[in-house]
C-alpha cells in the first residue's frame, strides 16, 4: 500500500513566506512530509520562477527600497514575470512583510527562487540530514487571458518544464514530479508530451463529477479538489476511475480528520506542524 502523501502547500504558508527555499526547507523538517507543493511562472529569460502568481503580488511582496507594492486593483499596473528577467524578478523582497492572512508565519526577507535553485537546495537538505528525497507536486499557473502577458505559450510552459526535470533527474523524474493544473490546455499538453509523468488535476468548481471529467481527454492521476467538496461519494467515483484523491489546503486537524476518514489518498496543507496530531489515524 502507497503511503499516505502528505504535501507542504507552497512549502509551509503556514509558518514561512511561501514558495521561497526557507519555507520548503522547513516543511522537510516535519518527517510527515512525503511532497512539496509549488507554483511555477516562467520569468523574460525562460527561467521557471516558484510563485503562485506569474506576477510580483502586491500583498507579500516589496521593491528593492523596501516600499510595498500597491496595485490598486488595477492589472494594467501589474508586474509581470513573464516581462522580467530573472536577474531583476529576484531583487523584490516577498517576505519581510509577512501575509496579513497567516497570523503565525514568521516575516523574513527573501525572493522567489527558480525551480532549479530550490531542487538543489532540497537534494543538499535531504543529503546533509539522511532524509528521504520528497516529491514534488508543481502547478502550472496558466490561464488563457493571461497568455503572452503574464506566462508563455502553453506548450513551451511544458516544455520548459519537462526539459528542465529530465535534465535534473535523468532517469527517475517520472516518480519524483506530479504536474498540477486548473488549466486543461496544460494538463493536455503534459500528456501528449510524456505520457509517463504524473498528471493532478485540480478543481474548485462545484460542477459534477462527470463533467469535470469530460474536460479531459485522459484519465488523471490524482483528482484534486478544493478540501470542501469532498465527499464519499467524489471519494468512491474517482476510485471507479483508479484516480486518487488529493485536495487542497487542509488547515485544522478537525478537517484532516473527517478527510482521512472519508478516505482521501494524501493532503495538501500550509501547517505541517499539524499533522503529527493526527497522523494515528492511518497508522
Known amino acids: 500500500m502507497e503511503k499516505f502523501d502528505w504535501e507542504g502547500h507552497r512549502g509551509c504558508r503556514g509558518l514561512l513566506p511561501e514558495n521561497t527555499n526557507e519555507g520548503f526547507l522547513k516543511a522537510l523538517s516535519f518527517p510527515e512530509i512525503t511532497t512539496l507543493e509549488m507554483d511555477l511562472a516562467v520569468s523574460k529569460d525562460h527561467q521557471l520562477v516558484v510563485s503562485h502568481e506569474p506576477w510580483m503580488s502586491d500583498e507579500i511582496c516589496s521593491y528593492d527600497n523596501g516600499t510595498p507594492i500597491n496595485y490598486s486593483q488595477n492589472i494594467d499596473q501589474f508586474i509581470s514575470i513573464y516581462n522580467n528577467l530573472y ?10 512583510r509577512g501575509n496579513p492572512r497567516f497570523k503565525d508565519q514568521i516575516p523574513m526577507k527573501t525572493y522567489k527562487p527558480t525551480l532549479r535553485e530550490v531542487i538543489k537546495n532540497v537534494k543538499s537538505y535531504c543529503e546533509v ?5 520528497p516529491k514534488f507536486n508543481i502547478e ?10 503574464f506566462t508563455p505559450d502553453v506548450n513551451i510552459f511544458c516544455d520548459l518544464i519537462l526539459e528542465t526535470v529530465r535534465k535534473e533527474f535523468p532517469t527517475d523524474y517520472s516518480s519524483i514530479f506530479i504536474i498540477q493544473s486548473f488549466d486543461i490546455r496544460a494538463l493536455e ?17 462545484g460542477n459534477d463529477f462527470k463533467s469535470n471529467m469530460n474536460k479531459l481527454t485522459f484519465v488523471p492521476d490524482i483528482y484534486s479538489p478544493k478540501y470542501s467538496i469532498v465527499d464519499s461519494v467524489l471519494i468512491s467515483k474517482c476510485k471507479e476511475l483508479n484516480m486518487k484523491v488529493i485536495p487542497w489546503t487542509v488547515n485544522s486537524t478537525n478537517e484532516m480528520k473527517q478527510l482521512i476518514q472519508l478516505g482521501v489518498d494524501g493532503i495538501i496543507t500550509d501547517y505541517p ?4 496530531e493526527v497522523i494515528s489515524i492511518y497508522h
Open 87 to 96: 536577474s531583476d524578478i529576484k531583487k523584490y523582497d516577498c517576505g519581510s
Open 129 to 133: 540530514n539522511k532524509r528521504n528525497f
Open 273 to 276: 506542524n499539524l499533522i503529527s
Open 140 to 149: 502550472i499557473k496558466t490561464r488563457p487571458e493571461w497568455d503572452n502577458i
Open 189 to 205: 499538453s503534459i500528456k501528449k508530451k510524456d505520457n509517463t509523468i504524473k498528471i493532478a488535476y485540480l478543481i474548485e468548481n
